[in-house]
């Protein structure tokens, strides 16, 4: 396999690492896309490569969040545990349900929760009250995640941003942090599932995920201090593309079929 260039990995880890830290995206959505385009990695191999490279952003992010008081660890806990749990499942599922109709059905709800965040301008301030209603919620934004992880190779922000900010009125810089800090648990563990498959690129990752780590502190201090009302805008921006990416990936396999 014709390996990279250096500049190239260096470019994609800019761009994955300023993502993942305003959007609380850990950096996945937009790294597998551009590893497949740039890189040559094919599909299996990029979303396996990038689920190590964005560890170090993810880290890199949800520090900076931390730092500035914007991160619920116990929100962040109680959510990781469903979305382990729900990647399980998502896996499982993979092998026996209808992707098609699967994923099809997914692109709409990005497109319907993108619409939905249009209308919604969060109240930045404390992280939501914990009891056993929210407790359940968390549990329930995790396993969707996981859930969606498993399936498509996507979830993590897409998910729990827009359920954390439109679903229960989290602040959306809480919202990210603790979205950064649930996909550090789930990338440990996705990446220890995949080193047996050979399908991880290591140089590949370490490049492109040690510059992100830096790109993210600026991408998390970027997303600090943009307004409300523009982030959410903008993350709404991000699910549209997901969903295009998403439409796109699901026509040509169609055509390959």
Do not use: H
């Not at 301008?121 to 404390?126: A, D, F, I, K």
């Not at 550090?184 to 990752?205: I, K």
């Not at 991000?238 to 040509?252: G, P, Y």
């Amino acid at each position: 396999m014709l390996r990279p260039r250096v500049w190239i990995l260096v470019l994609l880890g800019l761009v994955g690492g300023v993502f993942s830290g305003t959007f609380g995206a850990g950096g996945g959505i937009i790294l597998v896309p551009l590893l497949v385009t740039f890189a040559g990695l094919d599909q299996r191999r990029a979303s396996a490569t990038s689920l190590l490279a964005i560890l170090p952003s993810s880290v890199a992010g949800g520090i900076t969040y931390l730092a500035n008081g914007e991160v619920d660890l116990l929100a962040a806990g109680v959510i990781a545990v469903g979305a382990v749990a729900g990647s399980l499942i998502g896996s499982a599922l993979l092998k026996r349900l209808p992707l098609p109709a699967l994923t099809w059905g997914f692109i709409a709800l990005l497109v319907i929760v993108a619409a939905r965040l249009l209308f919604v301008e969060p109240v930045r301030g404390e992280p939501l009250e914990f009891s056993f209603g929210v407790a359940i919620a968390y549990l329930a934004i995790g396993l969707v995640m996981g859930i969606t992880s498993g399936l498509f190779g996507v979830g993590g922000a897409v998910i729990a941003v827009p359920a954390l900010v439109a679903g229960l009125g989290i602040s959306d810089l809480i919202a990210k942090g603790t979205t950064l800090a649930v996909i550090v648990a789930t990338s440990v563990t996705g990446t220890l599932a995949n080193r047996r498959t050979g399908l991880v690129d290591v140089r590949t990752a370490l490049i492109v995920g040690g510059v992100a780590a830096v790109a993210a502190v600026g991408g998390a201090y970027l997303g600090l201090a943009l307004p409300a009302k523009l982030s959410t805008v903008l993350f709404a921006v991000l699910l549209v593309l997901t969903a295009i990416q998403l439409s796109v990936r699901a026509i040509r396999s169609r055509g390959r079929g």
